[in-house]
C-alpha cells in the first residue's frame, strides 16, 4: 500500500484522474462479472405472497362437501376442504390427510392411516373420528347428500385416532376415488340433526376445513347475500401451506355482470365467461388461456322403445356418418372442444388419439344412402323422405324428434344436426326444454325419440352407469342400451384395480358399442380458464368438475426467491 501512495504522488492531476476512472470501471465489470456468475449458478424458486383475484357467477350457499350444489358451491369447497385422498394434474391420486393406504389382496378393504401433523383451520387435529363422520352424514338417506350414491354399503371401522378402514362388499376400483371426499370437523357438526344441517352457519359463512385455504373475511351485499370471500393460506395445510397468500372471490349474478368486471379489472382469473371473443380478451390483456380437459360426452342417444325406426341398424349408422362433427366443435364450441367416436373422450383409451378422416359432406351423404337403398329404404318422390315397406299395408319413414335443452350450445348443435339429416332425406322436428324439465318429464320418463345430451364421466372412467343393462330404466342408460357382453366387460372393468387393464376392457366394450350404434358419440368439451400471466406452475389434466382446477393450487405462486443451485440440490 506505501509503495502505491508513492506511485499515486508522483501522478499528476490528469494522470490521478484516469487511474481513478480506470479503478472504477475494474471495480464496476468486477462486480458485473459477479453477479453474472451469480445469477448463473442461482435458480428463481417459489416463495410465499401475492394475491389472486377470481371471478364466479352465482353465490355459494353450501360450502360443505355433502351438500355443495352449484359451481360457487364447489370451488370453495374445494379449496377450504381436504380428503384423505387429492387429485393431481396427471390424473393420479396421492394422499392427503392421508399418511397412507393398502388394499387388502380381495380389494374388499381399505385401511387409512392419518397424518399426525393433519389439522383443521380452528387448530383441531384430524382424526378418522372425524372421517367416519362424514362418511355417515353422506350415507344418511334424510340429508339427501349428492355424494350418498359413492358412499352406499360401505361399512366403516374406527382403528384409532389415526387409522380407518372402509369394508365393501365388493370390489369396486374407482373407489380410491371417492376418498378425495372433503372431511367435516365432527366436533363442530355433531350435534346437527339432518334436517338442521342445511341451515347452520358453518355451510356458507363460517366452514372449517382442513384444505389449502380459510375463509378470512366476508362481504354481503344489502339481502344478508355474501357476494366476496377473501380466502388465506393454511399453513397447517397437509400437503404444505400453498404459496399465494390471498384467494380474492367475486361473485356475480350473470355472466354479463362478471365480463365487465373483468374488463375493468376487479377480477384477474375466471371460468366463467363464454367461449365467445376469448381470444381478443387475451390479446387484449395479455392473460393466459387454460385448456382443460372435461370428463363429457356429448352425443345423440336413440330411443328405440320409443322411436321404432332406430330399430333398423342401418338408420342409426346412416345417422352416424352425416353428422359433420368438425363444424359443430368449430360453430357450436369455438373450438374448444374436440369431435369424438366413442363413449370416452378422445386420448384416454389406448391407440384412441388417431384421427377420423375430414368431413366430406357430398361423399358422406352419398355413402348413407347407398347403405339405405341396399337395406331397402327409398327416398319418396315428393317428399325426398326416406321410406321403407314393413308390410303390406304399412310403411316406415325416416322422422323423428331430437329432444335436448332449451341452452344455447345445444340448440345450436340441435340445428346443425337437422341440417345435417334433412341433407340425408330424414324428417327431423326438435323439441326443447328447460334443463329441470328436461331431467324430470323427458329423460326420467324415456319419452324422446333420440335425445342430444352430455354425460359426465367421472375422473375414474366408470362407464357401468351409463350403458350397463340394469341401468335402462331407472340409471342413466339413456340410450336403453341392452348387450349381454358389453354388460360383462362393464362388470369386470370396475373390479380391476390395474387401470391399464381396466382400459382394455373398456377399449373392448367401445368395440361393442360402435358395433351396435345405440348413440352417435360428438364432442367432448374443453374448460377455458383465464388467468394473469404473473401466476406460475398451473396445471391440470382431466377433471370431474370445474372446481377441480384447484387441485394443484397449492404450488401456485406468484413471488419467487433466488437459491444457489447446490441447495436444490438432494
Sequence with gaps: MHYLGGIMKSFGLTEKAIFVVLC?????????????????????????????????????????????????????????????????????????????????????????????DAYFHDGQKVTAADVEYTVKMAQDATLRSPKRNSWIGVE????????????????????????????LPKHIWNNATADEFTFSTYNN???VG????????????????????????????????????????NFYSNEKALLDAYQKGEVESTNALGTQNLD??????????????????????????????????????????????????????????????????????PDSEAQSAPYDKNQAIKDAQALLTKAGWKQN??????????????????????????????????????????????????????PNDLNQSVINQR????????????????????????QRNTGYNVAMYTNSKADKLLEDARQISDKTERLKKYAQFETEINNDVPAIFIYSPEFIYILPSKVKGFES??????????????????????????LLRK
Excluded: C
Design 210 to 249: 382442513s384444505g389449502p385455504y380459510k375463509i378470512d373475511k366476508i362481504r354481503k351485499n344489502s339481502l344478508g347475500i355474501p357476494v366476496y370471500y377473501e380466502l388465506t393460506a393454511f399453513n397447517k395445510y397437509a400437503l404444505g401451506e400453498p404459496f399465494i397468500t390471498t384467494l380474492k372471490f
Design 24 to 116: 472504477l470501471i475494474l471495480v464496476i465489470s468486477s462486480l458485473s462479472l459477479l453477479w453474472k456468475v451469480n445469477f448463473h449458478f442461482m435458480t428463481a424458486v417459489p416463495a410465499h405472497g401475492g394475491s389472486l383475484s377470481e371471478g364466479v357467477v352465482g353465490s355459494p350457499r353450501f360450502i360443505n362437501p355433502l351438500l355443495e350444489l352449484s359451481d360457487a358451491d364447489r370451488d370453495l369447497t374445494y379449496l377450504i376442504y381436504s380428503g384423505l385422498m387429492r387429485a393431481t394434474a396427471n390424473g393420479d391420486l396421492i394422499p392427503d390427510l392421508a399418511e397412507s393406504y393398502t388394499v387388502s389382496p380381495d380389494d374388499l378393504t381399505y385401511d387409512f392411516k392419518i397424518k399426525d
Design 447 to 470: 319419452k324422446y325419440d333420440a335425445l342430444l345430451f352430455g354425460e359426465i364421466i367421472n375422473r375414474s372412467l366408470d362407464l357401468f352407469a351409463f350403458w350397463h343393462s340394469s
Design 280 to 349: 381478443s380478451l387475451k390479446n387484449n390483456k395479455g392473460d393466459v388461456l387454460e385448456k382443460i380437459s372435461l370428463p363429457r360426452v356429448f352425443g345423440v342417444f336413440f330411443n328405440q322403445n320409443q322411436a321404432k325406426v332406430f330399430l333398423n341398424k342401418e338408420v342409426r349408422t346412416a345417422l352416424n356418418m352425416t353428422v359433420d362433427k368438425d363444424r359443430i366443435v368449430a360453430e357450436v364450441l369455438d373450438g374448444y372442444g374436440q369431435k369424438i367416436d366413442g363413449p370416452l373422450p378422445e386420448g384416454i383409451l
Design 541 to 566: 389434466g382431466l377433471i370431474n368438475n370445474r372446481a377441480e382446477r384447484f387441485e394443484e393450487v397449492y404450488k401456485w405462486y406468484i413471488e419467487t426467491d433466488s437459491v444457489w443451485n447446490f
Design 381 to 434: 318422390d315428393t317428399t325426398k323422405i326416406w321410406e321403407k315397406k314393413i308390410s303390406k299395408t304399412e310403411t316406415q319413414k325416416l322422422s323423428f324428434s331430437i329432444s335436448t335443452s332449451n341452452t344455447s350450445d345445444l340448440k345450436k348443435a340441435a340445428d346443425i344436426l337437422k341440417e345435417d339429416w334433412t341433407a340425408l332425406g330424414a324428417q327431423v322436428d326438435i323439441q326443447t326444454y328447460d
Design 156 to 183: 366403516t371401522q374406527v382403528i384409532n385416532d389415526h387409522e380407518i378402514v372402509f369394508k365393501l362388499s365388493q370390489p369396486y376400483s374407482p373407489f380410491l376415488e371417492n376418498t378425495t371426499l372433503g372431511i
Design 205 to 207: 359463512i363460517e366452514p
